[in-house]
Nanobody, 125 residues
Framework: QVRLVESGGGSVVPGGSLRLSCEAS????????MGWFRQVPGATREVVAV???????KYIPPVKGRFTVSRDNTKRFLFLQMNNLNPQDSGMYYC???????????????????WGQGTQVTVSS
């Protein structure tokens, strides 16, 4: 059973930056894909960015150029550097892991079997 623990959330003013971290208890084939998802009250959880273990990255359009997802050499850690934050970026951010499916990492919630407990990001003036 893979365990994921997020950290790094907080409150910032618009234009500020935060760096989220996610530590997986182990790196296996079940964590070949790791991603960040966010959810606001009353809304569906959505994907934000996904990284595979070979350097592949994918982002939703609203965060391209502002957010950078990365993994460390051990592949156990996933990061999300968030710059120029705006209030629409607020939400609970979750780290999740999944195996590599045919066609690559999924860019949706389905297929992500392991989830962290979430870390809150609040962007407000």
């Amino acid at each position: 059973q893979v365990r994921l623990v997020e950290s790094g959330g907080g409150s910032v003013v618009p234009g500020g930056s935060l760096r989220l971290s996610c530590e997986a208890s182990e790196h296996t084939s079940m964590t070949a894909c790791m991603g960040w998802f966010r959810q606001v009250p009353g809304a569906t959880r959505e994907v934000v960015a996904v990284a595979d273990s070979t350097g592949g990255r994918k982002y939703i359009p609203p965060v391209k150029g502002r957010f950078t997802v990365s993994r460390d050499n051990t592949k156990r850690f996933l990061f999300l550097q968030m710059n120029n934050l705006n209030p629409q970026d607020s939400g609970m951010y979750y780290c999740a892991a999944a195996p590599l499916y045919q066609g690559g990492c999924r860019f949706e919630l389905y297929g992500y079997n392991y989830w962290g407990q979430g870390t809150q990001v609040t962007v407000s003036s």
